[in-house]
């Protein structure tokens, strides 16, 4: 007799509503702990920051003048706090100052936070070590963590006792009595379900009605079934055929950014050895595979979260040569039968068009033998730094730097060497000034330099005496020959000297030509008197 009420539909659901209830009860209370738990820590925790930060100014100020009384009152306020056991104060000179209840292990952890200088920006004057009540914050999070553990699994337990009835007595009996008409009843044939339910118009007397339905339909189903089969094969091996032998590298990604399937093309396309199938590839990260992996990888972000084509050029990572592969890659969301969304990745090979347009863009925008910018590509980036410094008060300033002695060089060694120098003193030149500074060969023996302002005040003359201790060291052109030069500079900057680019360019060419008629070997700023190298 148990055993068959062991196998009845309602002693396992109900037993299985308990045992699994149980388990995501158990787990669910265990999480529900230890997210409380550590919750409760990191809230002690922030207490312990925003005191610090609270007495923050305090600190700094007694770490600097190395003050023991208002030190003291500091730690005073500190260790008041039950969550606080011990306070230092480290300052300079070897100043410290310290508190301790020595209510927590000694192996407690302290908290270290850096005090900043109250009258030098940047600087620190001290540090603030506390060392929290570890034992009493630990206590406080586990009571509470265990007080609201016990809330939950009461109210679970209750829960599932009541579900586990109502589901016996609305749903487990009536599909009891259902299955025994189910099994009478044979597929493919007119015949019907014997059972009659209580009340016809719920969902199990629906069910019984459709399921009746059904019982009369599926043959003729099942062959339309077969028909539909025929043709899903059939269509299935024209999509397989021209995926495979598209021109163009297709893969499915899946939302982690793993190949989820491609085709041989794309496998060829980013395999090195070119020989890797469609299904050696799928365990790839895509954006691990290109050069600028993040930028990639919000773009696929992108895909997903606004589901919209994006398109873009990437580089792709390569280790076996030095040659520079681009693809331009086609990005959109597919979605499976699931509704799983995947992103359809479509990339064609653009390495050769990309190198042209590099090179064409190095023809246009840069002097061949220096590598540095050309004019006329300078004279843009004038342009745009003088509306950022008209529009976002962000000023900057024009350095004019003409060669001195460098005549004589082409005179008495050759073009050869003087082509040596000019290549010499674009290297110094970059070492001379900040990396986002613009270098230019302004012609001939020219150059200029636009310094943009940065975080702080905008100066130039640092830039101008680097720039000459540079110019003016020995250049070797060969063998043991060295050749000495230096240059002449003149400076102007924004809005001093105007907000006009052919004004600020006459004006530091007035400035550079006055150190020319003074002696050269200098820099001067427009309107005021030169300055020369000794």
């Not at 787990?27 to 007495?55: C, M």
């Not at 040659?323 to 050769?352: R, T």
Request: charged residues 25%; hydrophobic residues 35%.
């Amino acid at each position: 007799m148990f055993s068959k009420w062991k196998n009845s539909l309602v002693f396992r659901v109900v037993t299985s509503i308990f045992i699994y209830s149980f388990v995501l009860t158990l787990a669910a209370t265990a999480f529900f702990y230890q997210n409380t738990y550590h919750k409760e820590i990191n809230e002690q925790r922030n207490r312990i920051d925003q005191l610090a930060s609270t007495v923050e100014n305090s600190a700094a100020i007694s770490a600097y003048l190395s003050n023991s009384e208002l030190a003291m009152e500091v730690l005073s306020g500190l260790v008041k706090n039950d969550i606080v056991d011990a306070a230092v104060i480290y300052g300079e000179q070897n100043f410290r100052q310290s508190i301790s209840h020595l209510k927590s292990d000694s192996s407690t952890p302290s908290i270290e936070y850096k005090l900043p200088s109250p009258f030098l920006q940047g600087e620190f004057s001290g540090q603030l070590s506390i060392t929290p009540n570890q034992l009493l914050i630990e206590n406080t999070a586990r009571s509470s963590a265990t007080l609201h553990t016990f809330i939950l699994l009461s109210y679970a337990v209750l829960i599932i006792s009541m579900l586990a009835f109502l589901i016996h007595k609305r749903l487990t009996r009536p599909l009891t009595q259902m299955k025994n008409a189910v099994d009478a009843a044979q597929p493919g044939y007119d015949k019907q379900l014997t059972y009659i339910p209580k009340n016809p118009d719920d969902e199990i007397g629906q069910l019984v009605k459709h399921s009746n339905d059904l019982l009369t339909s599926i043959h003729d189903t099942l062959q339309r079934e077969k028909q539909l089969s025929r043709k899903i094969v059939s269509v299935e091996r024209r999509y397989r055929l021209l995926f495979e032998q598209s021109g163009v590298g297709i893969a499915l990604i899946t939302q982690s950014g793993r190949i989820d399937l491609c085709n041989s093309t794309f496998a060829r396309f980013i395999s090195e050895d070119k020989t890797s199938d469609s299904e050696a590839v799928t365990s790839i990260t895509f954006a691990d595979m290109f050069v600028n992996s993040e930028e990639l990888t919000e773009t696929l972000r992108s895909v997903s979260a606004e589901t919209k084509v994006i398109s873009g050029d990437f580089e792709f990572k390569s280790t076996k040569d030095t040659k520079q592969h681009w693809f331009h890659c086609l990005f959109s969301v597919a979605i499976e039968n699931d509704g799983n969304p995947l992103i359809e990745a479509v990339m064609y090979d653009i390495s050769e068009r990309t190198m042209r347009e590099k090179q064409y863009r190095f023809e246009a925008e840069y002097d061949s033998l220096t590598a540095l910018f050309n004019r006329r590509a300078t004279e843009r980036h004038i342009t745009t730094a003088l509306n950022e410094a008209e529009h976002k008060n962000r000023h900057c300033a024009l350095i004019l730097i003409d060669l001195d002695h460098f005549k004589p060089v082409n005179d008495q060694y050759g073009h050869d060497a003087g082509d040596m120098v000019l290549i010499e003193i674009s290297k110094r030149l970059r070492q001379s000034v900040r990396r986002d500074d613009v270098i230019c060969r302004w012609g001939g023996d020219e150059f200029l330099v636009l310094i943009r302002q940065g975080r702080g005040k905008l100066t130039v003359e640092p830039a101008a005496e680097s720039i000459l201790t540079s110019l003016t060291q020995p250049i070797s052109i060969g063998g043991d020959q060295t050749v000495s030069i230096g240059a002449s500079l003149g400076v102007v900057y924004t809005p001093v000297h105007g907000m006009d680019k052919n004004q600020l360019l006459k004006k530091a060419d007035e400035a550079m030509y006055l150190i020319k008629k003074n002696g050269r070997n200098g820099y001067c700023l427009s309107g005021q008197k030169p300055t020369f190298m000794s």
